[in-house]
Structures are given as structure tokens and as C-alpha cells.
């Protein structure tokens, strides 16, 4: 089922300007001129034909630099804003935290805010009752409850109309940056009840500078820029180029405008989904061997593996990260790790090359497994990036569940009877 669908919207903005300064919008409305009447450099296009669908129970993040788009778009879904044109389909009861406490009245109490801004958000008097505890509970305000609104600080106010909108209780959540002010100790309490959130599969739009959040949080993500989507699909794989786009304006300047249609037909024909990175290093092979140098692809769960990779690097640099993944058939990460992680500091490299990650037991349960390997700098920026491109087997009779195989005895006292079959011996 989708809980969000949006079609074809744009959002066009008017610029001020004082040739337009005493001319009445009834005048414009009536004339039918309101857009005609202006310039096209008098407009701002904050969204250009945006289309995508979100099902029910995905949380799907926006990222995307200031202006590109993102607080309009979530705006027009939660209702604040209309869309210039196209349409915006919303199914459920939505809540949404943008710009927590704006509606707050700063001479009356906290305590009147909460019932103020809870009827506002489509409860009634009775549930707010119901909530109120919790929610001056959860905003950590017992003691300035009843305190006016303006004595409260930036944390406080974020605090409380977070509080507020999550107890709605609603079927779609609209995030906005809202915990880029949050309090340190704050912040965590609010990813739990996103992730309670999300457990409980509401549908959850999230939009967020912090890319590590939502890679973690997201089912999939959008990048927009300038008002359009320029990707949509798997967060990873989004945020990476987005970071590609974000190094090039770093290292080459800010491209002129007339470059705009071929960057536009550049991700027109964009890579395909299981590769990106523009191979500054280049994964030349990968091969899956075991610990004794042969070349195979079906292991056993206590057996080890090596990832031989050959790169060429075609300049000599000095920042780079391998990296590997290990995903099951799910798309559940089993394990994932790097060089930086593991604290090896890059030096140099240049021309060919080969990096060698061995394993000493996979640890396993039955099944098909898929390979990332990547090369990336330190912050992300992806050199090269193989996802799932490499897949093998872990066979076995044990019949465990779960991702790992960890090893492991059961230890029974005399008074308990059992019997070990030839199978349960086996570790094959």
C-alpha cells in the first residue's frame, strides 16, 4: 500500500520585488497574472516535477545541500505548503516535526502549550489528558512545566514539541533536522522512538544533513538538488553519489550554469546500481579463495576465506580506505569493516596493486551470501564501490537461524537425559 504519493510537483516562489511591491494580489489573481506578470529570474523553483511513491512502513530519508528542496517538499506533504502544480496523495493521519515550537505562545505555560498545540495536532482534550504525563515525561520539563515558553531555551523547545508530535500517535511521521538542536543527551531519545517507530512500521519521511543517520535509519533515500531528484534507490549507493557531487564542487569549483543539461543527461544515463565511484582507484578483480589459496565459492561454516582484490590507482594518492561487506539474501548486513576503522593510516599508492582480507572462520549459517568490496576516502568518497557483485555459499546440515554461527557446546547435568546424533556431532 502507498502512504505517499507524489506527482509531478512543483513549487514556485516569488521573489521580492519592488517593481511588484504595490501591486495587489487580488489584482494578480484576477488579471490571472500572478507568474505571467514576472520575470523568470523573479521565481524560485524550490521543487521541479518531483515524483516518487512511498510505501506504507518505509522510512525513506530526502538529503540533499540548503535550498535544494527538501523542508519545501516535506512542507507540501504535511499540508503547510501547496503545491504549484501536481498533486500530493497522503494516506494516514500525519504528524510532523518541522520547526518544533514555532506555534508555541511565549507568555503562557508549557502546560497550556501541550494542550494548545495537542488539539492543533488532532487530539482531543480527553487524550491529551491521557498523554500529558509522558509527554512533559519524555521532554524531561517536570520541573518548568509551568513556566511561560519563553524562559525555555532552543533545547527546551525542541524537546517539548517533539514530545508533543510523537504522542499523536500518528501513521506518518514528517522529520525535518529537528535534532540538529537537540540536546546531547536528548538526541538518543529521539532515535529510539524513531526506531520504535519504525519496528511498529509507521511510515517515516525523514530529511537530514546527518548522513550516517540516515544511512542507518533509511529504507531508501532521495537526493535532491536544485528541486530535482537527481537519485533515488538504495541509501548507500544515494549517499555516495551525492558525496561524489559535493568533492567535485570542493576540488573543481562551482560549475557554470550552462553545464547544467549535460550534468542533468550525465545522470540521466547514470551507472548502473551495483557500481559507482569515478575509479580514481579501480577494482581491476575480486576472487574468493580459502585459506589454503583455491579459488572457490561454497564454504562450510567453520571454514575461512580469503578476498583477494586487485586495484590500480592512475595518480598517486594519499587518502583511500578498503572496505568489505558481507550481506545475506535478506540485504541483513553480516559483517561489514574497513582499513580505517581498523585503524590502518593510509600512506601512498599508486599504479597496481593487490589488498588480501583473510578470515579465519566465517562463522555462518546456511545460505547465499553477497560481497561489497570498495575503495573510498576517509569521509566516503567513493573511488569505487561493487555492491553485491560477488556472491557465495555457506553449506551445512546444522540447521541454525539467525545470521552468525558462533561457536558454542551445550552442557547438560546427569539429571537431564539426551541423546547426540551423528548429525548434531557434525559441523559440516
Not at 143 to 155: N, Q
Not at 384 to 393: A, G, I, P, V, W
Request: glycine residues 8%.
Amino acid at each position: 500500500m502507498i502512504a505517499i504519493d507524489i506527482e509531478n510537483v512543483s513549487r514556485i516562489y516569488q521573489k521580492y520585488s519592488a517593481r511588484h511591491r504595490f501591486q495587489t494580489f487580488k489584482s494578480a489573481f484576477v488579471k490571472g497574472d500572478l507568474f505571467k506578470a514576472l520575470k523568470p529570474d523573479e521565481l524560485v523553483t524550490a521543487l521541479d516535477e518531483v515524483n516518487f511513491k512511498i510505501k506504507k512502513g518505509t522510512t525513506f530519508g530526502i538529503i540533499g545541500e540548503n535550498g535544494s528542496g527538501k523542508s519545501t517538499l516535506l512542507k507540501v506533504v504535511a499540508g503547510i505548503a501547496k503545491p504549484t502544480s501536481g498533486r500530493v496523495a497522503v494516506r494516514g493521519k500525519v504528524s510532523a516535526l518541522i520547526e518544533l515550537g514555532a506555534g508555541f505562545h511565549p507568555e503562557i505555560s508549557g502546560r497550556e502549550n501541550v494542550y494548545i498545540n495537542g488539539i492543533m495536532l488532532g487530539l482531543s482534550k480527553r487524550e491529551i489528558n491521557e498523554k500529558f504525563d509522558e509527554i512533559v515525561r519524555f521532554a524531561e520539563l517536570e520541573e518548568f512545566i509551568e513556566a511561560p515558553v519563553k524562559t525555555y531555551s532552543s533545547g527546551m523547545y525542541m524537546r517539548l514539541g517533539f514530545s508533543i508530535a510523537i504522542n499523536v500517535n500518528p501513521d506518518i511521521l514528517l522529520i525535518d533536522e529537528v535534532l540538529a538542536v537537540g540536546d546531547a543527551s536528548f538526541v538518543p531519545k529521539c532515535l529510539d522512538r524513531i526506531d520504535d517507530f519504525r519496528r511498529r512500521k509507521k511510515t517515516i519521511l525523514f530529511v537530514s544533513h546527518d548522513l550516517r543517520t540516515v544511512e542507518k535509519i533509511c529504507d531508501q533515500v532521495v537526493w535532491l538538488k536544485e528541486g530535482k531528484i537527481r537519485a533515488m534507490g538504495h541509501p548507500k549507493r544515494v549517499i555516495d553519489l551525492y558525496l561524489q557531487d559535493i568533492a567535485g564542487k570542493q576540488e573543481e569549483g562551482l560549475e557554470k550554469r550552462q553545464k547544467d543539461i549535460e550534468r542533468e543527461q550525465e545522470w540521466k544515463e547514470e551507472r548502473r546500481e551495483d557500481r559507482w565511484g569515478k575509479r580514481e582507484i579501480e577494482i581491476k578483480k575480486v576472487r574468493l579463495k580459502d585459506l589454503d589459496g583455491k579459488e572457490k565459492h561454497v564454504f562450510s561454516p567453520d571454514e575461512g576465506m580469503t578476498i583477494e582484490i586487485d586495484v590500480v590507482a592512475s595518480q598517486h594518492i594519499k587518502d583511500f580506505v578498503f572496505g568489505i561487506g558481507i550481506f545475506n539474501s535478506q540485504g541483513i548486513c553480516c559483517y561489514a569493516t574497513n582499513t580505517y576503522l581498523e585503524d590502518i593510516e593510509p600512506l601512498s599508492i599508486q599504479g597496481e596493486g593487490k589488498v588480501v582480507c583473510r578470515i579465519d572462520e566465517l562463522n555462518l549459517i546456511n545460505g547465499t551470501y553477497y560481497l561489497d568490496v570498495a575503495i573510498h576516502k576517509k569521509d566516503g568518497y567513493p573511488y569505487d564501490y561493487h555492491r553485491n557483485l560477488y556472491s557465495f555459499m555457506v553449506f551445512s546440515l546444522k540447521k541454525d537461524e539467525g545470521i552468525t554461527r558462533p561457536k558454542h557446546s551445550w552442557i547438560f547435568s546427569p539429571q537431564i537425559k539426551i541423546k547426540r546424533t551423528k548429525d548434531i556431532k557434525s559441523n559440516q
